[in-house]
């Protein structure tokens, strides 16, 4: 999801403080990511400035990377599923390609009236902001139990857009949560994504349960720090300034979240509504969170017209094929 502008801007500051000359300043760059989920988001503003300089906004479209001759190593062992039929469905959709026959056996899941029991643990994912808060209000306010307010403590500089979760989170004994960031404390109770139940809350701790586990987790406020890094003019060090912070319950309501929200994240079990898919790569990451086809359920079918790909990615990612390293390189 690193646009392309952001790139060219990593490749000017490496320059100007390492060699002008060469690209990324002669340093050696890592870059680790997968196309075929969502695009880098650019609003339309911005785009009218940077469509003078670019082609797309993808990494591979930026100045530096086209002189950078980069190496492409294609990673294809698995981890998140097992499944040999779930895996080859997902690489239909993942290569828009997907078969009369792929398609009948991912729609075996389709289910358009799924509710789940309360403790099941299913998440839903849907495509748009406003269908997620809908859904998690709706839920909230289905619970009998008392409504608890946590408000968010902000120190100095932190923008809202940059806001983890909510400022003010409602919470209600018995409300499905999901966690928005790793445990900071030494026991790694949780990780962001990991979803639970509300069990108890009190004014400075919320306890929550989650469907895997032996032990309930006792959470309490959780620090994000906004950072400034600069270069030191004598030592050449990076130094890190500290602006501002952000303090909250890592919790989010977890009834329904956005599928943008949800890359990177793993779900035993998922009810996935794609059918207002609208961006490259949203109905592979929706279907891709899941670990099992038994944990899925589709609220709306998938059809192949659902799946959307972007030709600049179709592109490079052949020429990447044909130009993968051998023994030699």
């Not at 403080?17 to 989920?37: A, E, S, Y």
């Not at 906004?57 to 492409?72: R, V």
């Not at 599923?81 to 959709?93: A, R, T, V």
């Not at 909250?248 to 949800?262: F, G, N, V, Y």
């Amino acid at each position: 999801m690193v646009r392309a502008d952001l790139l060219d801007g990593i490749d000017k500051t490496l320059r100007r403080f390492r060699d002008r000359n060469k690209v990324f300043g002669g340093v050696q760059v890592l870059m680790i990511g997968d196309l075929q989920q969502l695009s880098p988001v650019i609003k339309e503003q911005e785009w009218e400035l940077l469509k003078a300089y670019y082609a797309n906004g993808f990494f591979f479209s930026s100045h530096a990377f086209a002189q950078c001759e980069a190496i492409t190593i294609e990673l294809q062992h698995i981890y998140r599923q097992e499944n040999p039929k779930f895996i080859d469905l997902l690489n239909q959709i993942r290569n828009n390609r997907l078969t009369d026959a792929g398609a009948a056996e991912l729609n075996k899941r389709f289910v358009p009236d799924f509710t789940p029991e309360p403790d099941a643990g299913y998440i839903s994912l849907t495509t748009h902001n406003n269908k997620a808060e809908t859904t998690n209000r709706v839920e909230l306010e289905k619970l009998k139990t008392k409504t608890v307010i946590y408000t968010a403590v902000v120190d100095g500089k932190f923008p809202e857009y940059a806001y983890p979760n909510a400022a003010r989170l409602d919470l209600k004994v018995g409300a499905q949560v999901m966690f928005v960031k790793n445990d900071s404390n030494p026991e790694k109770r949780y990780f962001n994504g990991k979803i639970g139940k509300v069990m108890l809350l009190d004014a400075d701790e919320v306890v929550v349960h989650c469907p895997d586990d032996d032990f309930n987790i006792n959470v309490t406020p959780e620090i994000w720090e906004n950072i400034n890094y600069a270069v030191d003019a004598d030592t050449k060090a990076i130094t890190e300034d500290k602006i501002g912070s952000y303090t909250q319950m890592p919790l989010r309501l977890a009834w329904s979240i956005t599928i943008h929200k949800s890359q990177g994240l793993t779900f035993e079990k998922a009810i996935i509504d794609a059918g207002s898919a609208f961006a490259h790569g949203q109905t592979y990451v929706a279907l891709s969170r899941c670990k099992s086809l038994e944990g899925l359920v589709l609220k709306s079918k998938i059809h192949s017209n659902q799946i959307i790909s972007d030709g600049n990615v179709i592109s490079f990612n052949e020429q990447a094929e044909e130009n993968a390293p051998d023994e030699k390189v």
